[in-house]
């Protein structure tokens, strides 16, 4: 079965950085895109990144320039990098798998979530 875990979540001071992990299994990753979706406290979610799986990436315009997000096929993993954090980064950041190649699939699987709190 599909599992996505999420990991590299925690607290931060403003302008620090973090980087976010997915662990994917359970399917060929190679053949899929793959997002980066995030929910800060009382919001709705709001999609923060995609990669295709070229390798092709899109940024929300909040965090362009700031986040980069990455993907090791061979190990099955997908990154966020994420520098100049503020706190309005601050949420639960999710990894998603969508259902085809590229970013225009809608996601079909969602991982578990890990916590970003960026604070001083």
């Known amino acids: 079965q599909v599992q996505l875990v999420e990991s590299g979540g925690g607290l931060v001071q403003p302008g620090g950085s973090l980087r976010l992990s997915c662990a994917a299994s359970g399917f060929a990753f190679s053949s899929y895109a793959m997002s980066w979706v995030r929910q800060a406290p009382g919001k709705g979610l709001e999609w923060v990144s995609d990669?295709?799986?070229?390798?092709?990436?899109y940024y929300a315009d909040s965090v362009k320039g700031r986040f980069t997000i990455s993907r090791d096929n061979a190990k099955n993993t997908v990154a966020l990098q994420m520098n100049s954090l503020k706190p309005e980064d601050t949420a639960v950041y999710y990894c998603?798998?969508?259902?085809?190649?590229?970013?225009?699939?809608?996601?079909?699987?969602w991982g578990q979530g890990t916590q970003v709190i960026v604070s001083s």
């Open positions: 990669i295709n799986w070229s390798g092709d990436t």
């Open positions: 998603t798998k969508r259902s085809g190649r590229y970013v225009y699939f809608g996601p079909d699987y």
